[in-house]
């Protein structure tokens, strides 16, 4: 963890969204999530970076997947 985040690795992060490697990769390029890079070279995704909408298309293409924050409890 960072601070009071919770950190996914790509592997969990695929598996909280339901979605491919590539479509986290692909989100981390575009900026649509946040992430930090660990002293060994991985890259851990905050977990609260990574919310979407239901109707959402999983494959992170065109028209692809919107990431937003979740909504307040």
Not at 29 to 56: C, H, M, Q
């Amino acid at each position: 963890m960072v601070g009071d985040r919770k950190t996914l690795s790509i592997l969990q992060a695929c598996q909280h969204v339901g979605v491919s490697r590539r479509t986290i990769y692909n989100w981390i390029n575009s900026g649509k999530v946040e992430y930090v890079r660990t002293a060994g070279g991985s890259v851990r995704i905050f977990a609260d970076s990574l919310w979407r909408k239901p109707d959402s298309q999983a494959d992170g293409l065109e028209g692809g997947a919107e990431v937003s924050t979740p909504p307040a409890a």
